[in-house]
């Protein structure tokens, strides 16, 4: 009876009820994602070959990283590096197109621009500008040894003639 009792106090004054079937909260709806951001494939000998001894995991100066390196997509070379500091990002590697949008860093025939959705409106996160830069030195070094520009490699003006839409983004 004293069990009773103190479940009907406990009901009457409020205590919380156990539910045993309460529902599931919804589920994330996951964000809008361009099938192509996935389409990433690993480096091809082209590729490889141009980056030569700087494969995936070698340093670039004392404050970057290459993490990951793949193959020509949608006319350019994505490349996934990352900061002393943990941050990780991405870079796109084109031919170079003088009279098109400057690039960040250029490496003779090449241009090297930084994915972050950005129109040229916005600052560049510095630290990670400053690592483009510095994996555009280390490009430049390759050619003047005579690395090989791997085929397939468009401007940045050619991508966007060809998909004006398009959403090219390298999964960090």
Do not use: C
């Amino acid at each position: 009876m004293i069990g009773i009792g103190a479940a009907a106090v406990g009901a009457a004054i409020g205590a919380p009820r156990l539910r045993l079937s309460e529902p599931a909260p919804p589920a994330a709806k996951p964000e809008p994602h361009d099938e192509r951001a996935s389409r990433v494939a690993p480096a091809t000998e082209e590729v490889r070959a141009l980056f030569g001894s700087l494969g995936e995991g070698s340093a670039i100066s004392s404050h970057w990283r290459i993490e990951s390196l793949h193959a020509v997509r949608s006319g350019a070379i994505p490349v996934v590096m990352s900061t002393i500091y943990g941050g990780r990002f991405a870079v796109e590697i084109f031919r170079d197109d003088p009279s098109g949008p400057p690039p960040i860093a250029r490496a003779g025939g090449l241009a090297l621009k930084l994915v972050n959705r950005g129109d040229g409106g916005s600052r560049t996160d510095e630290l990670r500008g400053l690592g483009v830069m510095a994996l555009g030195r280390a490009l430049e070094a390759r050619l003047a040894d005579g690395a090989p520009v791997p085929s397939g490699l468009q401007t940045f003006a050619e991508r966007m003639a060809r998909d004006p839409h398009g959403a090219f983004d390298v999964p960090v």
